[in-house]
């Protein structure tokens, strides 16, 4: 059975660019949730998506946005880039939201210049 | 809200001996609890998760955690380590107020040493 799936796993974009981020979970696994990893903050939780709608948000600026398809795939935007969002984002799938334990992806690591 | 306090943020060990990684919780109701691991330049795999009944949780690669409700205490353990167990681990919690989304602690880097 195919991982989580990440793609890039590798960008590097210029400030005030915008940029998307893809996301193909688990067959079957219907939530899907983005966190921002960075030394400095730890894992920071973005947002999670169930069957197309947003279901819980972090505290992160409307410049983060997501949105979840019907196949369950999801991607993340960020806009306006600023040096601070040099990160490794991951994302992680789990067959509902209640359901315990993620699978996560590889992750894409974003470097802002 | 929940929140999640990784007592070390590095433990140094060396080779065959135990191992035990601490991690405490703050919630208001009931948790779910986790531990999970990442390897550089990967994303994190899940070792074990405590949803309820006994106290003590068994993983994969030979870790365990106790859970401790009135220490708020989740801590990780392994009775003999190896190399390749040198990694971040994660501790995380989960509960309804916060809609089941998962918080994640610091994290603690596990270096263990020949």
């Known amino acids: 059975k195919a991982g989580v799936t990440q793609t890039p796993r590798y960008l590097i974009k210029t400030r005030g660019q915008q940029v998307t981020l893809s996301c193909s979970p688990i067959?079957?696994?219907?939530?899907v949730s983005w966190y921002q990893q960075t030394p400095g903050q730890g894992l920071q939780f973005l947002f999670e998506?169930?069957?197309?709608?947003?279901?819980n948000k972090g505290n992160f600026p409307g410049r983060f946005s997501g949105r979840q398809f019907s196949n369950s795939r999801s991607e993340m935007n960020v806009s306006t880039l600023e040096l601070g969002d040099s990160a490794l984002y991951l994302c992680?799938?789990?067959?509902?939201?209640?359901?315990?334990?993620?699978?996560f992806g590889s992750g894409t690591r974003l470097t802002v210049v | 809200a929940q929140s999640v306090t990784q007592l070390d943020s590095q433990v140094p060990v060396f080779e065959e001996a135990p191992v035990e990684l601490r991690c405490n919780y703050s919630s208001s109701v009931s948790v779910y609890l986790f531990w999970y691991v990442q390897y550089p330049n990967q994303g994190l795999q899940l070792l074990l998760k405590y949803l309820s009944g006994s106290t003590l949780v068994k993983g994969i690669n030979g870790f365990e955690a106790e859970f401790n409700k009135s220490q708020t205490s989740f801590h990780l353990r392994k009775p003999s380590v190896h190399i390749s167990d040198t990694a971040e681990y994660f501790c995380?919690?989960?509960?309804?107020?916060?809609?089941?989304?998962?918080?994640f602690g610091a994290g603690t880097r596990l270096f263990v040493k020949a």
């Open positions: 998506y169930f069957s197309e709608t947003q279901r």
């Open positions: 992680a799938s789990r067959l509902q939201t209640r359901d315990y334990g993620y699978t």
């Open positions: 995380a919690v989960s509960d309804s107020t916060g809609g089941f989304k998962t918080i």
């Open positions: 067959s079957g696994h219907r939530s």
